[in-house]
C-alpha cells in the first residue's frame, strides 16, 4: 500500500477514535433522542439527479420532502431539535453536511436523495447504512458502487478536493480501500433506524423495496451518530417520478419517514443499546451435532459468551447458508436479530472460538450474553 492511503487510513481511525469519545461521553446520560439533522441531497450548482424530460431535479425534490419530514417531527415532538443541512437551493459540501450533524451532536443523521439510471424500467426506494462492500456478492448487503460513486462524486465541485478529503478520490477503485478497515461505533442503530425506514418505506406511495445497503457513502463514513442515507425513488422511472412531482406523493414519503422516526425514537429513549427482554428470546433447538458445529449449549440463566455473526432484519431459519454450518441461537434487538453461535461458559473458550468463526465472518465479534441480553466486548 502506498504512502497516500496509509495516510487514509491513520486518519480514518484518528477519526473514529475521536468521535466514538466524543460521542461516549455525550450520551453517557443522556438516553434520548433530542436531536436530530436532516440532509435534503445535493444544491445549488449540484442538481443531483435530472429527469429525461430535464424538467425536474433531484435537489427541489430531496429539498421539498426534508421540509415536510422535519415538520412533522417538530410538530409531533416538540422537544426534539430538527436541523437541515439545508433549507435553500443551497451547495453544501459533504463535509460541511457531516459537520453539521457532529457539530450539533446529533443523535441521528438521515440523509434523503432520489435515485437514477439510464434504464427507465428500475424503480423503488432503497434504504443506506455504511458499510464495507465494493463488489457484488462480497457479502449478504446488495452493491450499489454506481450509486455511491455518483453521490460521493460532489467533491469533484470542490476546488482543492483532494486535499480537503485526505487523497479520496470518488472515480478512483482504490481510494475505497480505508472503508474496508473502518468499523462504524454506530452501526447497530443504523441498521435499526434502516429497518423502520425500510418497513414503512414499503408501505407505499412508492411500493417497489429494494432493500437494505450497506454501501460506502462518504457523508455516512463522516458522522458520528447512527447514520441513513435514503434513496426515495427512481428520477428516471415514470411511475415513481409522477409520485415524486406529485404534492401528495412528496407528503406520503415524509409522513413514512416521520413513522420510522417515530419507531426508532421509541426504541432509542432509555435504552442506547438496544437489549432484548430475556422472556422475548427466540432460540434455536440443538441438534444432534450442536456441540460438533457450536461448542457448548449453555442454560438460558447466568452469563455466558458467544460470537455475533450477522444482525438481520429478519431470522434465519436452522440450515440457512448464510450461517455457513453453524447452528445460531438468536436474540431479538428491536425490529432486528442478532445471530450468536458458539456460545460458551468461559470467555477464554468463545475467544478461542473467534479466531476460528473470523474465518467464516470477518465482521463477527464476541458478546457477553446475560439473562437474555446481549452486548458486546
Not at 75 to 100: M, S
Not at 166 to 192: C, H, K, R, V
Not at 357 to 373: L, T
Amino acid at each position: 500500500m502506498n504512502i497516500k492511503y496509509t495516510y487514509i487510513l491513520l486518519i480514518s481511525c484518528v477519526f473514529l477514535c475521536s468521535g466514538v469519545s466524543a460521542y461516549a461521553q455525550q450520551k453517557g446520560s443522556q438516553l434520548k433522542l433530542k436531536t436530530v439533522v436532516i440532509d435534503p441531497g445535493h444544491g445549488g450548482k449540484d442538481a443531483g439527479c435530472v429527469s429525461k424530460d430535464r424538467k425536474t431535479y433531484e435537489k427541489n425534490l430531496t429539498l421539498s420532502i426534508s421540509k415536510l419530514f422535519g415538520q412533522k417531527i417538530k410538530e409531533a415532538y416538540p422537544d426534539v431539535k430538527v436541523i437541515y443541512t439545508r433549507t435553500t437551493d443551497k451547495y453544501i459540501t459533504l463535509n460541511e453536511r457531516a459537520d453539521i450533524a457532529n457539530r450539533n451532536k446529533a443523535d441521528l443523521f438521515v440523509s434523503i436523495h432520489i435515485n437514477s439510471v439510464q434504464q427507465t424500467s428500475p424503480s423503488g426506494f432503497s434504504v443506506h447504512i455504511l458499510g464495507q462492500s465494493s463488489s457484488k456478492n462480497k457479502d449478504l448487503f446488495a452493491s450499489n458502487m454506481d450509486v455511491c460513486r455518483r453521490e460521493n462524486s460532489v467533491i469533484l465541485l470542490e476546488e482543492d478536493y483532494s486535499t480537503k478529503y485526505q487523497g479520496f478520490d470518488p472515480n478512483d477503485p482504490e481510494s475505497f480501500i480505508f472503508f474496508t478497515l473502518m468499523q462504524n461505533a454506530f452501526y447497530e442503530q443504523s441498521l435499526l433506524f434502516a429497518a423502520d425506514v425500510n418497513s414503512q418505506m414499503a408501505k407505499g406511495p412508492i411500493r417497489n423495496n429494494r432493500g437494505i445497503s450497506q454501501d460506502p457513502f462518504y457523508v455516512l463514513w463522516k458522522t458520528t451518530m447512527p447514520s441513513v442515507l435514503v434513496e426515495a425513488g427512481f428520477i428516471s422511472n415514470a411511475a415513481d417520478l409522477k409520485v415524486l412531482n406529485s404534492a401528495t406523493g412528496k407528503e406520503q414519503i415524509a409522513q413514512k419517514l416521520f413513522l420510522a422516526f417515530k419507531d426508532f425514537k421509541q426504541s432509542y429513549d432509555g435504552s442506547i443499546n438496544y437489549t432484548a427482554d430475556a422472556s422475548s428470546r427466540s432460540v434455536s433447538e440443538p441438534s444432534a451435532d450442536a456441540t460438533k458445529q457450536t461448542g457448548e449449549i449453555c442454560p438460558d440463566t447466568g452469563t455466558s459468551y458467544g460470537i455475533q455473526v450477522l444482525l438481520l432484519s429478519r431470522r434465519l431459519p436452522e440450515g440457512d447458508k448464510a450461517l455457513k454450518g453453524y447452528k445460531a441461537e438468536i436474540y431479538p434487538a428491536g425490529k432486528m436479530y442478532k445471530h450468536i453461535i458458539c456460545r460458551q461458559t468461559s470467555l477464554e473458550k468463545a475467544k478461542e472460538m473467534h479466531k476460528e468463526a473470523k474465518r467464516s465472518f470477518p465482521d463477527c465479534f464476541v458478546v457477553k450474553i446475560q439473562d437474555g441480553n446481549v452486548t458486546r466486548l
